[in-house]
């Protein structure tokens, strides 16, 4: 079993940045493949990117792609979400999940999740 627990969302204009992290406890971190998603109201949860146990990264929605940058560090347990240049449109419930062989886009294959924090984007 790995717990999730997300942290650092908020309140930000449109523009601006916020650093969102994932904590992992209970089963080693390694080798987990981690990602973020994320689910705006009335909207399906989409994939925001995935990084693997080995740090390599993708970007699976090309809104993000130059403005968000995921990262981990294993020795801490934890994976970050660094969003810069923030949009009205990036306003979500932004989920961290893991997968011990899965590192792809759709949520179903990911075993574990966190609870979600809000990003609020206003313009």
């Known amino acids: 079993q790995v717990q999730l627990v997300e942290s650092g969302g908020g309140l930000v204009k449109a523009g601006g940045s916020l650093s969102l992290s994932c904590v992992a406890s209970?089963?080693?971190?390694?080798?987990?493949?981690m990602a973020w998603f994320r689910q705006a109201p009335g909207k399906e949860r989409e994939s925001v990117g995935v990084?693997?146990?080995?740090?390599?990264?993708?970007y699976n929605t090309d809104s993000v792609k130059g403005r968000f940058t995921i990262s981990r560090d294993n020795a801490k347990n934890t994976m970050s979400l660094q969003m810069t240049t923030l949009k009205s449109e990036d306003t979500a419930v932004y989920y961290c999940a893991a997968s011990r062989y899965y590192s792809g886009s759709h949520a179903s294959n990911y075993d574990y999740w966190g609870q979600g924090t809000q990003v609020t984007v206003s313009s």
């Open positions: 209970g089963r080693t971190f390694i080798p987990y493949n």
């Open positions: 990084i693997t146990w080995t740090g390599t990264t993708t």
